[in-house]
């Protein structure tokens, strides 16, 4: 198994008042699939991504990934979410004072990657993204669309084993939005394992496997 989650539950309070935003989920994912999680706001779909991303950390229940989530200290956790997870979120993390070539390389000079290595593993990104001709440009001088493959390229530059993508196409009109789901397409088409959530069903069709939440339960 790629990736699976035991009886995962996540609590959050309210006041005095619990709320549960997953309730004794269990999950997959296969080496290679591309599976779209649908849900309205609320059903638990972003929460289960951050928890697969490391970004949160269940209540109860295990997320197993080579090796089980809560078996890595913090620093084995900081390596696998550098080297091993690609994030994309809906609004457009870029640093808008940096060119487009260090928007991407920030990951590999976390890594400590060598200057030539970087270089060329930035050109690649671009490249899948169909950005090359503006990696000397400002961020800020790019389309929504043309940020977001940014982001795409940043999440794909160390070569992560896991695609996480959070409602990428939300703040991106009709054009943008086929441009990065058939940039998702082509990297799943070349093995990229990719995780979406999204609220939106024409978007999830692209997918290979639908999982639908509600409540916080899988359907």
Request: contains cysteine.
């Amino acid at each position: 198994m790629f990736l699976s989650c035991e009886k995962l539950s996540k609590n959050y309070w309210v006041g005095d008042q619990k709320v549960t935003a997953l309730d004794q989920v269990d999950f997959f994912v296969e080496k290679g699939e591309y599976v779209a999680i649908v849900g309205e706001s609320g059903s638990g779909k972003s929460t289960l991504l951050n928890l697969i991303g490391m970004i949160d950390t269940p209540t109860e229940g295990r997320i197993y990934r080579n090796r089980f989530y809560d078996e890595m200290s913090e620093i084995e956790k900081a390596r696998f979410r550098n080297k091993e997870l690609g994030y994309v979120f809906q609004s457009f993390f870029v640093e808008p004072s940096y060119s487009v070539f260090r928007n991407v390389e920030i990951p590999l000079l976390i890594q400590g990657i060598d200057k030539e290595i970087r270089k060329k593993k930035v050109e690649e990104a671009l490249e899948s993204v169909g950005l090359v001709h503006r990696a000397n440009h400002k961020a800020s001088d790019l389309s929504g669309g043309e940020r977001q493959r940014v982001c795409i390229a940043r999440a794909i530059v160390t070569g992560p084993s896991l695609l996480l993508a959070d409602e990428p196409c939300g703040n991106l009109d009709s054009n943008n939005t086929k441009g990065v789901l058939d940039l998702f397409q082509k990297l799943n088409d070349e093995g990229t394992t990719i995780l979406m959530v999204t609220h939106s069903e024409i978007d999830a069709q692209r997918a290979k496997r639908i999982v639908r939440l509600m409540d916080g339960r899988i359907l």
